[in-house]
């Protein structure tokens, strides 16, 4: 029984991950973009939520409803201004301007936040459990993992059940011919990242309520995320999540058998995968 509940946590914790890595996998999707500074955004809609929290005293539940909107218009500000001016078949210049937005985004949050840990106030939503039979899991993992699933299934549903996600489709395939037939992929592009960002903040939202933050921890989120989005093959949102609990699963199995194995244990389940299935597990192609 004790392994049941080691594989059940490892699985919750595979949500977040999977909520790390949704809008990494969303834009590179999209626009074959590779966000050296996803992490750090996290981090940064993490004291965002924490900001609201603390000057209007909301739950960090409500607090995510006024941060969402202001990290949609970052996203969509940073791609229109910024990232859209790199694009192209040369993926350097969007990695180096990406890894100097992450410095940035560091010593930003350093300078104004201090390098203290901070961690948004769950309440008793921290302590509260779920009884599922034979084993209970917290409250706030399980609400974790149900987030990772509804957000993958809403991104699922929007990019191919509605004229939005055509609009991604044919800029993804060909940005071109979309823009010959009426459809600016640079704006098309923006609203892709102004979305990515309000999946950020829901990652940010159980990340801070989880754990404790700081300005230097974006760098190790970006890892998970992109170990999430290549395990479970690039271009599939299901697939992150995929990848997610495989991640959560072998740290949780890891730190069982010894604690100190609980990061290598991700890494190696990672390297694990990439041997067995180079392309991950449910590449797009085969979707």
Same mark, same amino acid.
């Given at each position: 029984?004790?392994?049941?509940?080691?594989?059940?946590?490892?699985?919750?914790?595979?949500?977040?991950?999977?909520?790390?890595?949704?809008?990494?996998?969303?834009?590179?999707?999209?626009?074959?973009?590779?966000?050296?500074?996803?992490?750090?955004l996290i981090v940064l809609a993490a004291y965002l939520i924490l900001g609201v929290t603390t000057l209007l005293g909301l739950h960090p539940f409500l607090a995510v409803f006024l941060a969402v909107p202001l990290m949609f218009g970052i996203?969509?500000?940073?791609?229109?201004?910024?990232?859209?001016?790199?694009?192209?078949?040369?993926?350097?210049?969007?990695?180096?301007?990406?890894?100097?937005?992450?410095?940035?985004?560091?010593?930003?949050l350093l300078e104004t936040a201090s390098a203290d840990s901070r961690r948004l106030p769950a309440g008793e939503t921290?302590?509260?459990?779920?009884?599922?039979?034979?084993?209970?899991?917290?409250?706030?993992?399980?609400?974790?993992?149900?987030?990772?699933?509804?957000?993958? &299934?809403?991104?699922?549903?929007?990019?191919?059940?509605?004229?939005?996600?055509?609009?991604?489709?044919?800029?993804?395939?060909?940005?071109v011919t979309a823009s010959l037939m009426g459809i600016r992929p640079a704006s098309v592009f923006a609203l892709a990242t102004g979305i990515a960002m309000v999946v950020v903040t829901i990652a940010a939202l159980y990340l801070g309520m989880r754990a404790?933050?700081?300005? &230097?921890?974006?760098?190790?989120?970006?890892?998970? &995320?992109?170990?999430?989005?290549?395990?479970?093959?690039?271009?599939?949102?299901w697939g992150t999540l995929a990848g997610g609990v495989v991640i959560g699963v072998a740290q949780t199995v890891g730190a069982a058998i010894n604690p100190e194995w609980q990061i290598l244990a991700g890494h190696v389940a990672f390297l694990?995968?990439?041997?067995?299935?180079?392309?991950?597990?449910?590449?797009?192609?085969?979707?």
């Open positions: 029984m004790i392994w049941v509940d080691t594989i059940l946590q490892g699985v919750l914790l595979g949500g977040l991950y999977a909520l790390f890595a949704a809008g990494l996998s969303l834009v590179f999707g999209i626009m074959r973009l590779v966000n050296l500074a996803h992490g750090d996203g969509y500000a940073l791609q229109l201004g910024v990232l859209n001016r790199v694009l192209g078949d040369d993926i350097l210049p969007p990695l180096l301007v990406t890894f100097g937005l992450s410095i940035v985004l560091q010593n930003v921290a302590v509260e459990a779920l009884n599922l039979g034979p084993v209970t899991v917290g409250l706030l993992p399980f609400l974790t993992f149900a987030s990772a699933i509804a957000v993958i &299934a809403a991104l699922q549903y929007l990019f191919y059940r509605t004229a939005m996600g055509r609009a991604f489709r044919a800029v993804s395939d060909d940005p404790t933050f700081d300005p &230097a921890i974006g760098p190790s989120r970006l890892i998970y &995320a992109f170990e999430a989005v290549i395990i479970g093959g690039l271009g599939s949102l694990v995968v990439l041997l067995i299935r180079p392309r991950g597990l449910f590449p797009r192609a085969v979707d």
